[in-house]
C-alpha cells in the first residue's frame, strides 16, 4: 500500500486555498484516511487525494433534492416524494422567514393550540367528531396502540394474519405495532372469520386494528371480515376498533369508513395529495386520550407542515383540484395527448425510435385502484434498453425498461415538462454515460 498523506499536506494543498471550511474538510479527509487504513489501500497521488476531498466536499453542498420528471406510470412513489405540492401554497411558505402565530392568539394574547384550524377543517370536511395530526400515518399506528393497547399494561391488540403487509421499502405496519402493543394475530393468510376474532378474545384484548393491503390483493379461496362487523364486535365487548386506511380515495369514503370505527388514521400525502402527515379521525373521547398521551409531543408535526397541509384542505373546502386530483381526473384524451405532445418532441431527435403505446400506470404508494389506462413513449436508441434507462434516471427522467426500448409513461408527467424531458433525451443520446 502506498503511503498515506500527512494531514496538514491535504489541507494545504493549492486547491484548498479558498473557499472551503477547514474544519469540514477536517472531518472529511480524517474519514478517507480511515477507509484507506481500513481498506488498505490509498489514492495515487496527491491530485487524486483533492478531487475525492473535492468531491465529498461539494456533495455536502448539493442541493437538497434534484428534480425528477416522473415517468414511471406510478402516481405516488415514496422514492420521489409522493404528493406533488401546490406551487402558490408553496409560495405562501414565505410568511415563515418571519415569525408566525403558531401556538397564540392574537385577539386574547394567549397561548393557543397549533393544530387548532387545520383540525377544524379536518373536522369539517370528514365530518368527524375530532381529528389529529401527526407527522405521518406511521406515528398513528404507534400512538393509537400505545394508547389503546400498551403492551406495558399487557394489552393485547388484535390483527389477522391476513393483514401481514410490507408496504414498502421494508416497511411493515405490524412491526410498528409490535413494538407497542401485544399482536394477537387471528385467522390466516387467505381467510378470516368473525368467529377467529372472537375466539381470539379476552381479557387482555383492548384493540382491533385492521390494516388496508398495499399494492396487492388475494384472489380466489379468501375471506375478510368487513369493517362493520369488527366495528360491532368491538362494541359488543367493549374493544376499541381502529383501521388503518393508509390513504383516502375520496372525502366520501373516508367518511363511510368512519361510521364504523372508533379511529381511523391515513396519511396526507397520498391521495389526499399533501404533504407527509398522519391523520386521526374519531370521536373526541378517543381522540383526546391519544392527545393527552406523552407520545403526542414527539409525534407532532411542524409549522412547514401544518402550513402546507392547511392550504391543501382548504383547496378541499374551495373546490380546487390538488395536482394529484388532477392527474387523476386526466381521461383518454388528455393522456394521448400528452403522449402525443412528448411523442412530437421527441420524433425530432436523430438516431431515436419512438412511438406511443397503450400502457397501465397505477396509484401505488399502497393505494388500491387496480390499474390506470394511460399512454406512453416508447423510445429505442442504438445503446441497450438498460443503460438508456440509466443514462435517463441519473439526468431525471425515471421510466420503465420495456423489452427493447425504455417507456416514459405520461401518466404523472407534467404537460408542462414534455419540451425538458426531450431535452433531456437529446442530451443522453448524445452522451449516454
Ligand atoms: C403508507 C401506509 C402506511 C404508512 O404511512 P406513512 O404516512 O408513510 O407513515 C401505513 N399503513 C398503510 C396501510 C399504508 O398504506
Known amino acids: 500500500m502506498q503511503s498515506l498523506p500527512a494531514m496538514h499536506t491535504l489541507l494545504n494543498a493549492p486547491c484548498f486555498a479558498q473557499g472551503y471550511d477547514r474544519a469540514v474538510l477536517k472531518v472529511l479527509a480524517n474519514a478517507m484516511l480511515a477507509e484507506c487504513r481500513q481498506n488498505q489501500r490509498a489514492y495515487a497521488d496527491l491530485a487524486q487525494w483533492c478531487t475525492q476531498l473535492q468531491a465529498r466536499y461539494h456533495a455536502l453542498l448539493a442541493p437538497p ?37 403558531l401556538e397564540v392568539d392574537l385577539e386574547r394574547a394567549t397561548r393557543f393550540e397549533r393544530a387548532f384550524q387545520a383540525q377544524n377543517l379536518l373536522k369539517v370536511l370528514f365530518n368527524s367528531p375530532d381529528a389529529l395530526i401527526l407527522n405521518n400515518n406511521a406515528s398513528a399506528l404507534v400512538l393509537v396502540a400505545s394508547v389503546f393497547a400498551p403492551k406495558a399494561k399487557r394489552k393485547q391488540t388484535l390483527l389477522s394474519y391476513g393483514q401481514l403487509v410490507e408496504i414498502g421499502g421494508g416497511f411493515r405496519a405490524h412491526e410498528l405495532l409490535e413494538s407497542v402493543t401485544n399482536l394477537k394475530l387471528v385467522g390466516s393468510t387467505n381467510k378470516t372469520y368473525v368467529r377467529d376474532y372472537k375466539n381470539a378474545c379476552s381479557d387482555c384484548s383492548a384493540l382491533i386494528a385492521s390494516v388496508h393491503w398495499s399494492n396487492f390483493s388475494m384472489e380466489g379461496f ?30 366520501e369514503h373516508a367518511q363511510k369508513a368512519l361510521k364504523h370505527a372508533h379511529l381511523l388514521s391515513f396519511s396526507a400525502d397520498k391521495l389526499l395529495g399533501s404533504v407527509q402527515a398522519g391523520i386521526v379521525l374519531g370521536d373526541r373521547a378517543h381522540i383526546e386520550a391519544l392527545r393527552a398521551h406523552p407520545l403526542y409531543r414527539a409525534f407532532r408535526v411542524d409549522k412547514i407542515t401544518l402550513f402546507l397541509l392547511t392550504k391543501t384542505l382548504q383547496d378541499y373546502v374551495q373546490g380546487r383540484k390538488t395536482p394529484i386530483e388532477i392527474f387523476l381526473a386526466q381521461d383518454r384524451d388528455a393522456l394521448l395527448n400528452k403522449a402525443l405532445k412528448l411523442h412530437r418532441a421527441l420524433s425530432a431527435l436523430e438516431g431515436l425510435k419512438c412511438f406511443v403505446i ?20 416508447q423510445i429505442q436508441a442504438k445503446i441497450e434498453a438498460k443503460t438508456l434507462y440509466h443514462a435517463l434516471y441519473a439526468r431525471g427522467v425515471a421510466g420503465v425498461v420495456r423489452a427493447k426500448g425504455v417507456v416514459l409513461d405520461v401518466y404523472a408527467l407534467f404537460e408542462r415538462d414534455m419540451d425538458a424531458v426531450a431535452r433531456i433525451v437529446q442530451d443522453t443520446l448524445e452522451m449516454p454515460v
Open 65 to 101: 433534492f434534484k428534480k425528477v420528471y416522473n415517468a414511471t406510470g406510478v402516481l405516488l412513489s415514496t422514492n420521489l416524494g409522493r404528493a406533488p405540492l401546490e406551487t402558490n401554497a408553496l409560495r405562501e411558505l414565505e410568511i415563515l422567514s418571519g415569525y408566525v402565530d
Open 222 to 251: 379468501v375471506a375478510s371480515v368487513p369493517p362493520k362487523s369488527l366495528f360491532s364486535l368491538a362494541q359488543e365487548r367493549g374493544l376499541i376498533f381502529y383501521e388503518d386506511l393508509g390513504s383516502v380515495q375520496s372525502l
Open 358 to 377: 397503450p400502457t397501465q400506470a397505477r396509484i401505488g404508494g399502497g393505494v388500491e385502484g387496480g390499474v390506470l389506462e394511460s399512454f406512453g413513449v
